[in-house]
C-alpha cells in the first residue's frame, strides 16, 4: 500500500488490505458517532392564534432552544385565511423579538405556499 506518493522515493508498507478497511470503516463510524445532529423542531400558529395559545408554544420554543435545537415556526394558512398574510408576519416577529435572548433568528419570516415560514437558531453561550 502506497502511503506517501509525494516524496522522494514514494513511502510504501505491506499490508492487510482487509485489515486495512476494516480500520478505515472503523474510524469513520467512530468520527460520524462524534458529529453533531441538528435537531429541527416545530411550532404551527394560525394567523388569528389566540393569546394564550401563542404564550403555550412561546415556553416550547424557548423549551427547545435552550436544548439546543433549531425551531421552525410557521404559521398555516387554511382556506380564505390567506387574506390575513400581514398577522401571520407580526406573529413571527413578535415571537422572534421575545426570543431574542435565547436565539437568532437565520431566515426572516418567508411565504411558501400556504406556509410563512421563519427559522430561530439557538445562541450558543460560550463558557470561560
Do not use: W
Not at 15 to 43: G, H, N, P, S, W
Not at 58 to 75: I, Q, S, T, W
Amino acid at each position: 500500500m502506497e502511503i506517501s506518493p509525494k516524496a522522494d522515493p514514494p513511502v510504501c508498507k505491506i499490508m492487510d488490505y482487509k485489515k486495512f478497511l476494516y480500520e478505515q470503516k472503523k474510524r469513520e463510524k467512530v468520527l460520524k458517532a462524534k458529529a453533531t445532529k441538528v435537531v429541527i423542531k416545530e411550532i404551527r400558529f394560525g394567523p388569528q392564534t389566540d393569546d394564550h395559545d401563542y404564550e403555550f408554544k412561546k415556553k416550547h420554543a424557548e423549551k427547545f432552544l435552550k436544548d439546543g435545537a433549531k425551531l421552525k415556526a410557521y404559521v398555516f394558512f387554511k382556506g380564505r385565511s390567506i387574506v390575513y398574510k400581514d398577522q401571520g408576519e407580526i406573529l413571527l416577529l413578535k415571537l422572534a423579538s421575545e426570543l431574542e435572548e435565547i436565539g437568532k433568528v437565520e431566515q426572516m419570516p418567508k411565504l411558501e405556499g400556504k406556509r410563512m415560514t421563519m427559522f430561530i437558531a439557538p445562541k450558543t453561550n460560550k463558557k470561560n
